[in-house]
């Protein structure tokens, strides 16, 4: 089957579930709007590289349904990327100290060869990723978080594994 047309399919049924979760779940949609930002960094494998970037939490569109994108750079491997990603976590916030995430990304990658890799100039696509994580409180609304990210198109890191900090 054709990726594109996969990753079309995967674009219009997260648009449409997002749309009518509140309605399905019988909620009322929470409110969207800047609640902090914050900083992360990693490793990843394939290609292996080091990254750091920024994230926003832009609050819920349902009870613990969180929307957060993120930018993403990453360097080695002959090869620069940057990634955009709309993020969406469902967060199991019944837990005390430590609330594990699950969730999905979508986005777009950008990636830049250098002269040593063996394509060619640049190429940018679209980004779909699996997510999970765990966080903790800190301190009044400061969070850290431990994520995987897992990439599920042929040029995203195949694998990420990253911490960061949010405010």
């Known amino acids: 089957m054709n990726k594109r047309f996969i990753f079309l399919t995967v674009v219009v049924t997260t648009l449409f579930f997002a749309g009518t979760a509140p309605k399905a779940f019988g909620q009322e949609p929470s409110q969207i709007g800047f609640e902090g930002w914050g900083i992360r960094g990693g490793a990843s494998s394939d290609p292996d590289q080091v990254y750091g ?13 969180r929307f957060r994108p993120t930018l993403e750079a990453g360097f080695g491997d002959d090869q620069t990327l940057l990634q955009g ?7 199991f916030s019944h837990f005390q100290n430590l609330t594990p995430y699950l969730g999905a990304g979508l986005g777009l990658l950008y990636v830049n060869y250098d002269d040593d890799h063996p394509r060619d100039g640049s190429d940018t ?8 994580g765990i966080e903790t409180q800190l301190g ?23 911490l960061g900090i949010s405010w």
């Open 140 to 162: 009044q609304g400061t969070k850290a978080f431990l994520e995987v990210k897992v990439g599920l198109t042929d040029d995203d890191p195949d694998i990420k594994f990253g």
């Open 125 to 132: 696509e679209g980004s779909l990723c699996a997510i999970g």
């Open 85 to 91: 990603l709309g993020e969406v976590h469902y967060v």
């Open 53 to 65: 970037g920024i994230h926003f939490d832009l609050g819920e569109f349902v009870k613990d349904v």
